[in-house]
């Protein structure tokens, strides 16, 4: 199935612009409820880029922790990834769920940073590119999973 994006401008008196943006069958995906930034911070180490991926849940929804610490939900995990480059990547301790019939899992809510720290030479003028791989639920369903691609300089 193909998933197309409906654009619909509607100008206002010549003044104003509003985009309406909706995808096929008004199927939402995971990172329409997750805000994903990504920017260098600049205390690394010499020799060092450590890029901090901010993730923004909204609210009554959660993604599935790094890790999961439950085997049926292991794909659904978030994934940060560096590409051409060994990364360490520091998830942050996710917060504990108990379900009767899943059992127990770790998940993100609220906000969240990820830091992915790589060899780079300070003179370097190529960007670091990330994929950040997400699942979210809420209490009645799961979104399908996205990919988030990211540019830092």
Request: net charge positive; glycine share 6%.
């Amino acid at each position: 199935m193909k998933a197309f994006l409906c654009l619909a401008v509607v100008l206002a008196a010549g003044v104003g612009v509003s985009l309406t943006l909706a995808t096929a069958g008004g199927v939402k995906r995971s990172d329409s409820v997750v805000k994903v930034k990504a920017k260098l911070d600049k205390a690394a180490p010499p020799g060092k880029a450590v890029v901090v991926v901010s993730l923004d849940i909204q609210p009554g929804w959660h993604l599935y922790a790094n890790p999961v610490g439950n085997e049926d939900f292991e794909s659904n995990r978030v994934v940060v990834k560096v590409a051409g480059v060994d990364a360490n990547i520091d998830y942050p301790a996710g917060k504990v769920l108990k379900d009767a019939k899943l059992g127990s899992f770790n998940i993100y809510e609220n906000k969240v940073e990820i830091r992915a720290t790589v060899d780079r030479v300070p003179t370097e003028a190529n960007p670091l590119q990330l994929t950040v791989r997400l699942s979210s639920c809420d209490d009645k369903e799961c979104l399908p999973p996205s990919t988030v691609k990211l540019s830092v300089p």
